[in-house]
């Protein structure tokens, strides 16, 4: 057994473009990112460069010092601005060898379109000294592959793969990753996303952490605070399947013994896709009244694909007229509490539950700003209405910071994790 | 003038995050780039590193040697896994100063929303020695700043950007970039965001390619695809701010030649505004009702602040039964013609209008998927009633492609763009 067993294989991508550089999406990093991951690889750098000679050689350089192997994408195509051989040659000190049998094969492939050869594309027949040549079925540009051996025993790839998408991922999934199995002897690895809402973000933290410091040598943790959501995710590692899986049961059962009580998923999971399992299980139907959020919390119930069978519709009364006529509130709460209140927020949530026949009602009313705030009632000042989840209907007062926009989805993200609870709670 | 101006000012990035590593896209990169690429600086490195003391430290030691300026996003956090801070002192040998009025801020802000400050995020208050502080509004998490000399003269600039979108642009186009034209001094650049709706985008780039070539040496051009809209963004830039804005000037007015029919704004604009605008021009009121999109164009005409003032509520009818019942669809219209078709469009826009009193009223009614399709109604058709735009009601027929997320925001913008042109011809 060589010594990278004995550590998470370290793997570093390299992109070169362009135009990555200048507002378009890099779509391949989080493809390879994930497939690297669920391989139990440990993506430890991903580096960006334009089509610049120096630039691309300055980041093959820096290599063998950084990581075990490193996979670039691009650059291998005929024209001007393909620069990663040339790159690699000058970064690596190994001159490029002309292999007539690559030239061969692009001619070959030219003849089938019926297209006369550019001589720009005899330089993709140039693949550096000692390379393995990594056959690519769908384009001009073969990849390149070349093994050195570092000092320690650890072994050091450098892997040269063709930008486009379609070219790339097949000589990835086919060569690539069989290969660093190989090279790295892999570690078996498992991974766990779980979802928790009604807690703070730092809150979380301070639950966690003794965790976090007890497994560090056994595993990696993330914590990401999102409106009215904090994700927690953790991946372990183990030298054998067995190993890996048992290190996270233990893993798992301890953050739930701190946590547990506010994780509603795990994995792909939302807030409303558990909502709306709860609904389904308790089979209800749900109706919403909407002030400032303005339709934004029934457009996130209604992502759910099959989310018709408990959502039956809702209404948004950005007007006080709209909350009388249609919701039924009454002109003394609105005169007397104010739009913005617990009492207009029951009503509002009773009001439509009654209009739509529905089982429960969810209303939110407050003010996303930036106008409309007062001292007594500031931007941000919001409340979650609900009806039908308990004898009687009932309210939360929340206190949101942020933009318009922030103000809304948090207090959406709230009315969510509210009706949530309360259906947990039945 | 310092050396700087005679080249292109080097940016540099680097996000910080171990899941941007793990299979997250990193929204953050493509927006960077292509703000910076229209203010006339070229990104020359963009690295993604995890959530790693020593990765981080590593990249901004590397920063001087490479680039002018670094920009670093991420990792200003309270918790565990936030150690921008420390790696920068730790790459810099630069050590960090803890600032009392920081914590007091932060300490106001938990009281602001009633919370107990967790002594995590004490961490935040620490500041390196000779840094500049950039206050975060609208997060815990202060950027920060600082400038060193590089022997050749050229300004030397690193920026520690908190991670949320919410809290890191604001900080990017407020400080960041005004501080780089200062630091810079940037050739004079002017630039251009225009927004067109009702032409393809392979249209539009038919339109306007002999204008990209005609200006190809004195602006930059980027065409992008969005939903029933296409953005078309161009900078100059000219010795002085005079030739710069000449060029423009000149430039502008063969855009809005070739495509000006289509354009609905600039800059920040939206359609939503857009349309908010011509609402308020033509003194009428709104009301909507939707199906497949579920509040989703309400939530979008209601991002715009002061919308209240044209915009009454609206009608969300996932059921049949609130069709009929609070929409007053005739249910000989469900029967014949079904839910998703022009007539119940029709009737939907004109029942909401008089359901909420409203001048116009507009409607949608759709199949989003996955489920729900058939051979003669694919998923993805969809009408949008339009109701008091012209003596009688009307709807268009639309054929959207993509997942139910994508059909959901396609209709929405045609919907948009529909009642705009409505609402333009009157």
Chains 1, 2 share one sequence.
Not at 142 to 160: D, H, S, T, V
Not at 369 to 381: E, I, Q, T, Y
Request: aromatic share 8%.
């Amino acid at each position: 057994m060589n010594d990278s067993r004995k550590r998470t294989p370290r793997i570093e991508i390299l992109f070169t473009g362009s135009e990555l550089l200048e507002g378009h999406p890099n779509t391949h990093q989080n493809y390879l990112c994930l497939r690297l991951k669920n391989a139990g690889f440990s993506v430890v750098r991903a580096t960006t460069v334009p089509d610049d000679q120096a630039a691309i050689a300055s980041s093959i350089r820096d290599w063998a010092l950084y990581s075990d192997a490193l996979i670039v994408c691009g650059g291998l195509g005929p024209t001007f601005d393909d620069l990663s051989r040339e790159a690699a040659s000058e970064a690596l000190k190994r001159p490029l060898v002309y292999h007539p049998e690559i030239f061969k094969k692009i001619k070959t492939r030219f003849s089938r379109f019926r297209l006369p050869i550019p001589k720009e594309n005899k330089k993709q027949a140039y693949v550096l000294k000692g390379a393995e040549i990594i056959d690519n079925p769908r384009g001009s540009a073969p990849g390149q592959m070349l093994e050195i051996a570092r000092k320690n025993n650890i072994p050091q790839a450098l892997f040269l793969l063709p930008g486009p998408f379609a070219e790339m991922s097949p000589l990835f999934e086919g060569v690539v990753l069989p290969r660093l199995n190989l090279l790295y002897g892999r570690n078996f690895a498992e991974s766990l996303s779980l979802h928790l809402s009604g807690i703070m973000e730092s809150s979380a933290d301070e639950k966690l952490s003794p965790l976090v410091r007890a497994f560090k040598d056994k595993a990696q943790f993330t914590i990401l605070g999102l409106a009215a959501q904090v994700d927690f995710h953790v991946s372990v590692k183990g030298k054998t399947a067995e190993e890996a899986s048992q290190v996270m049961r233990k893993l798992k059962a301890a953050i739930f013994k701190k946590v547990g009580a506010f994780v509603f998923g795990e994995g792909e999971d939302t807030l409303e896709c558990a909502l709306g399992r709860e609904l389904s299980r308790t089979k209800k139907t749900l109706a919403v009244a909407e002030s400032c959020t303005a339709g934004g919390l029934s457009s996130r119930l209604t992502a759910v694909p099959g989310s018709s069978d408990y959502f039956l519709g809702g209404i948004i009364s950005y007007s006080n007229d709209i909350k009388k006529g249609l919701l039924g509130v009454r002109s003394e709460t609105l005169s007397k509490f104010g739009a913005v209140s617990s009492k207009c927020a029951i009503e509002m949530a009773e009001g439509v539950r009654q209009k739509m026949n529905s089982s429960v009602g969810i209303s939110v009313t407050g003010i996303a700003g930036p106008g409309g705030g007062s001292a007594k009632k500031p931007v941000g000042l919001a409340y979650v209405g609900l009806a039908g989840f308990a004898p009687k209907p009932f309210a939360h007062e929340l206190h949101l910071s942020g933009d318009r926009d922030t103000v809304r989805k948090r207090a959406i993200a709230w009315a969510l994790h509210f009706a949530l609870r309360a259906l947990n709670e039945l």
